[in-house]
């Protein structure tokens, strides 16, 4: 792997990690179009956990107060649309984000061959973003986008958890298709981010410790580039919490039109590409 390869694919994991247009899709895209060998599962998973330590330390009040309320009994206050909402008790709040996120850990699991091979090809990819296309207008059409975080059922959160399990699916964006079906369920914008951040957390952080510990049992960590695994890792935290800040604002005030526009785009390219014997 190159200073190049390592630079540009940590830069692309923390920018599509959390916008709402697939980062394992444009990873695979960005290897394809460069002709790029795999980077491995190391980088892989060092780039995953550092967009992991974004989401953590950007919602950090969030999570101190979810975990603190957990043991005293506590609840947890959410600043939606820049203003606080009621609050949520912590443990309530602990078990949907738990029973949100057994979906995807199944399906991943499932389809674990799968996508380590046949499903990671740009034609499969850019099918899947064109899925992701049609997740986002859904969601923008369906629902009444009136409940906040704090009212939300076990029954929204855990639907908002089977649509984050089609993410397992490179192309499918794991933030866009779980905003989508948490909006599907009444919930605001703001509220479905919100969402979509807490359930990354599980969800981003089983997968890069299942692939580490997968290279560990198979192949041990040996002699690798850890220089450019560790810049990597520092690349995807920092562009995924500068992403993370640009996308809380920007739901606040717009649609999911420019995401649809683009990812409905990247994938009808794509097929033409392939077509053509790109």
């Known amino acids: 792997m190159s200073l190049e390869q390592a630079i540009v694919l940590a830069i692309v994991q923390g920018i599509t990690e959390f916008l709402p247009v697939s980062s394992s899709g444009h990873l695979v895209l960005s290897s394809w179009i460069f002709n790029w060998p795999d980077q491995g599962l190391v980088y892989d998973a060092a780039v995953h956990l550092g967009t ?15 975990v603190r309320g957990c043991f005293n009994g506590g609840s947890v206050f959410l600043l939606e ?6 609050s949520i008790p912590a443990r309530r709040l602990l078990a949907l984000v738990v029973t949100a996120s057994i979906p995807i850990a199944i399906v991943g699991l ?4 799968e996508l380590e091979s046949s499903l990671r090809k740009p034609e499969a990819v850019a099918i899947s973003l064109i ?3 049609v997740l986002l207008t859904l969601a923008e059409v369906i629902g009444a986008r009136t409940k906040r975080l704090a009212s939300a059922s076990a029954r ?3 639907i908002a958890g089977f649509f984050q399990a089609a993410a397992v699916l490179p192309g499918i964006s794991r933030a866009g298709s779980t905003m989508a079906g948490a909006m599907m369920g009444n919930l605001t914008r703001d509220a479905a981010a919100r969402l979509s951040f807490l359930l990354a957390v599980p969800a981003i ?4 410790l299942f692939l580490l510990a997968d290279v560990i049992s198979n192949e041990g960590l040996g002699d690798r580039q850890w220089g450019l695994i560790l810049l990597g890792a520092a690349i995807s935290f920092v562009t995924g919490y500068l992403a993370i800040a640009w996308l809380m604002r920007v739901l606040r005030t ?3 039109r420019p995401f649809i526009g683009y990812v409905a785009i990247v994938g009808v390219g794509v097929l033409i590409a392939r077509a053509f014997g790109a």
Do not use: C
Request: hydrophobic content about 40%; aromatic content about 10%.
């Open 52 to 66: 992991l330590l974004a989401v953590l330390i950007y919602f950090r009040k969030t999570w101190i107060t979810l």
């Open 81 to 86: 649309d820049g203003e606080t909402t009621p």
């Open 110 to 113: 499932l389809l674990r061959d």
């Open 131 to 133: 899925a992701t296309a």
């Open 156 to 158: 929204d959160t855990t």
């Open 205 to 208: 952080g089983g997968s890069g």
């Open 254 to 256: 717009r649609s999911f």
